[in-house]
């Protein structure tokens, strides 16, 4: 059974940074394209950034030069390096992971950024 666990969200003080850690668990290897996506309260789910296999990695112009997204291929982890948070950022962030035809979420890790 695959089981996706987020962890390192919190509170914190705009201007500030926070790392979001993804791990990806059970009978599961070479997972293909990895990300993150955020839900603010009364908004859509969005795609904040993502990560291939190789490496290549995808931005939401929003957070282009703030948000570094990383990945440990042996560890079946990808890690949200945020800096320079903004209120607006505050939202619940979502890990998720492809696997040939399937998609698998986490149930998620609230952002919390205090101006």
């Known amino acids: 059974q695959v089981q996706v666990v987020e962890s390192g969200g919190g509170l914190v003080r705009a201007g500030g940074s926070l790392r979001l850690s993804c791990v990806v668990s059970?009978?599961?290897?070479?997972?293909?394209?990895m990300g993150w996506h955020r839900q603010a309260p009364g908004k859509a789910r969005e795609l904040v950034a993502s990560?291939?296999?190789?490496?290549?990695?995808s931005y939401a112009d929003s957070v282009k030069g703030r948000f570094t997204i990383s990945r440990d291929n042996a560890k079946n982890t990808v890690y949200l390096q945020m800096n320079s948070l903004e209120p607006g950022d505050t939202a619940v962030y979502y890990c998720?992971?492809?696997?040939?035809?399937?998609?698998?979420w986490g149930p998620g890790t609230q952002v919390t950024v205090s101006s």
């Open positions: 998720n992971a492809a696997y040939f035809s399937q998609t698998f």
């Open positions: 059970g009978s599961i290897f070479n997972l293909n394209r």
């Open positions: 990560i291939g296999i190789g490496g290549q990695t």
